[in-house]
């Protein structure tokens, strides 16, 4: 049992260029979500999802994409990377029975 | 809007001695509240939560929180803290939608030997 995967863990861009953080769950979990941990503010939500095909955004969803289209796997892209994205992605899923949230190991994005 | 905030960014204290971390949540109605660690080159991960009923929740390696409703408080406790404690720590709360959880901006605490 893996838990959250994230690939990959640490990533350099240029400004403009285009990627996909990669999250994968083996719980069977219907819920996943996207953070940024930046210093001094926490984590803040980007985007989110409840189930295969449904997704939402969250706090700071401006920059960033998600789909949805296996219970397993929810990928984070950023469009065109900007100096403002560097920061430390954590993607979650969500056991709804207990409300704990399970963390992926996390991305380190540095953009140039 | 909800927020949570927490009192110190940074803390430093010996082997042994006492921990308290602040923590307030701005929403008046049911709301669930959470700490979580993220210990150096981990994972972050649950250290326990509070839904309803008792107001004084254990958690895990020890630590402790009790919930004040008056206060809009959630603080965090260890009566005595061990070097493997050293890690940062983040108060969350959810209201509402399932996940959605607001985090404070997360306490940094060092203790030394």
């Known amino acids: 049992n893996a838990g959250v995967t994230q690939t990959p863990k640490f990533q350099v861009l240029k400004t403009g260029q285009s990627m996909t953080l990669q999250c994968a769950q083996d719980?069977?979990?219907?819920?996943m979500s996207w953070y940024r941990q930046d210093p001094g503010m926490g984590l803040r939500l980007i985007h989110y999802?409840?189930?295969?095909?449904?997704?939402d955004q969250g706090e700071v969803p401006n920059g960033y994409n998600v789909s949805r289209s296996t219970t397993e796997d929810f990928p984070l892209r950023l469009l065109s990377a900007a100096p403002s994205q560097t920061s430390v992605y954590f993607c979650?899923?969500?056991?709804?029975?207990?409300?704990?949230?399970?963390f992926g190991p996390g991305t380190r994005l540095t953009v140039l | 809007a909800q927020s949570v905030s927490q009192h110190n960014h940074h803390v430093i204290l010996s082997e042994a001695a006492s921990l308290e971390l602040g923590c307030n949540y701005s929403?008046?109605?049911?709301?669930?509240l959470f700490w979580y660690v993220q210990y150096p080159g981990q994972h972050l991960q649950l250290l326990l939560k509070?839904?309803?009923?008792?107001?004084l929740v254990k958690g895990i390696k020890g630590f402790e929180a009790e919930f004040i409703k008056s206060k809009f408080s959630f603080n965090l406790r260890k009566p005595s803290v061990q070097w493997s404690d050293t890690a940062e720590y983040f108060c969350?709360?959810?209201?509402?939608?399932?996940?959605?959880?607001?985090f404070g901006a997360g306490t940094q605490v060092v203790v030394t030997p």
């Open positions: 929403y008046g109605g049911t709301v669930n």
């Open positions: 979650a899923s969500v056991n709804l029975v207990s409300d704990t949230q399970y």
């Open positions: 969350a709360s959810r209201r509402g939608s399932w996940g959605k959880l607001q």
């Open positions: 719980m069977n979990h219907e819920y």
């Open positions: 999802s409840v189930g295969a095909g449904i997704t």
């Open positions: 509070y839904f309803s009923g008792d107001p």
